[in-house]
């Protein structure tokens, strides 16, 4: 059975960082594409970063960029999202997710992606 685990989301100041991991289990996520999606309340879903499946190049979503990255520990096959200078709006439910077919760039597109984890929460706050 595939499957996503988010982990790692809690509440932090403005400026503060957090690190966020998805562990997947009953598949290999060296050979997935893997994207890092957030979601505010009343709002939608939107991409934030993702890792493409054959050459491992990274798309930032305008929101991400220079904040945030997006890394890969195949031994623990698990993939990390670390955000620093957090803001208020970055608040929201984060989620992972894969695909194991499409090569090229990765998008930040919902509809790129098969497998999805549950989530994890963020809050921003002071």
């Known amino acids: 059975q595939l499957q996503l685990v988010e982990s790692g989301g809690g509440r932090v100041q403005p400026g503060g960082s957090l690190r966020l991991s998805c562990t997947a289990s009953g598949f290999n996520l060296d050979d997935h594409a893997i994207g890092w999606f957030r979601q505010a309340p009343g709002k939608e879903r939107e991409g934030v970063l993702c890792l493409s499946r054959s050459n491992r190049i990274p798309n930032y979503a305008d929101s991400a960029r220079g904040r945030f990255t997006i890394s890969l520990d195949n031994a623990e096959n698990t993939v990390y999202l670390q955000m620093n200078s957090l803001k208020p709006e970055d608040s929201g439910i984060y989620y992972c997710?894969?695909?194991?077919?499409?090569?090229?760039?990765?998008?930040?597109?919902?509809?790129?992606?098969?497998?999805w984890g549950q989530g994890t929460q963020v809050t921003v706050s002071s």
């Open positions: 997710a894969a695909q194991g077919f499409r090569q090229g760039l990765c998008m930040t597109d919902r509809s790129y992606y098969d497998d």
